[in-house]
């Protein structure tokens, strides 16, 4: 009787409609909570270069302005500060990006070695002032052709070997090495014999904000989010990420890249 399959039918229909409205509520509400925790995270890291920089500038206005070598560095130190927040916002914007999906790849064939030249360039004076040595293997010294985006590929390499500084021992070495894999992919590694990382912690390392060791890290800078930012470029070129560590002894950080002529 049509009555009754039509009430039928309507039941149904409030039921599923019901059932639905659970389901987007649920989503919105977890979506809530991460929203609630990236931003909690956010104010977290902000909050001590923030209050650094203030405890150099109110210093300075309480009189500290007066000696010339006193004002020029703790004005340094302010500049120090503010160079680090430059570095979290702009983090931040790239993980923002990169998780929202609203970036995209420009691939295109460029030769590793440089990208790998290039970032020793940039990170000669930082890595001697903890008396690391930066190596790249010679036998690499020559182009090697790969397809990807260059300017990211080129943050991946800086950010691991920024933490290879940062997390290695003065006097220690950092090597860089590229080697074939098969199916026409390589493996790049970046290698140091810094304190290494305990077993427990190394399933976490490439959560956003994740650090190991909380004041350790803080007072070497960061924003926690290097490796997360790294994962999702890696994983963006459909390559894989791979990390090795021993506490005490070091790590290994590689990626895979496609290679080309
Ligand atoms: P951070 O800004 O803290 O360096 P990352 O996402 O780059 O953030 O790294 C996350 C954590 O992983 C670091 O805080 C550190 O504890 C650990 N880590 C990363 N690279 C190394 C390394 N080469 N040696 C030892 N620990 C490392």
Redo the contacts with the bound molecule.
Sequence with gaps: QPITTDMETLTKEVQKFARDKKLEIETLKIREEYRREFLGNISHELKTPLFTVQGYLLTLLDGAMEDKTIRKKYLQRADKGVERLIYIVK?LDMITKLETGDIHLEVSRFDIVEVVQNVFDLLEMKASKKKITLSFDAKYAKPIWVLADQEKIQQVVT??V???I???NEGGTTEVGIEDLVNDRLIVR?T?N????KKQ?IGR??E??????KS???S???????????KHIIEGHNEKIYVE?QFGV??E?SFTLEKTE
């Design positions: 983090d950010n691991l920024v933490n290879s940062k997390y290695g970046v140091d810094g304190e290494g990382i912690y390392l490439f956003r904000f994740y650090r190991v060791d350790g890290a803080r070497e800078g960061g924003s926690g989010l290097g490796l997360a930012i790294v560590s070091g790590s950080f």
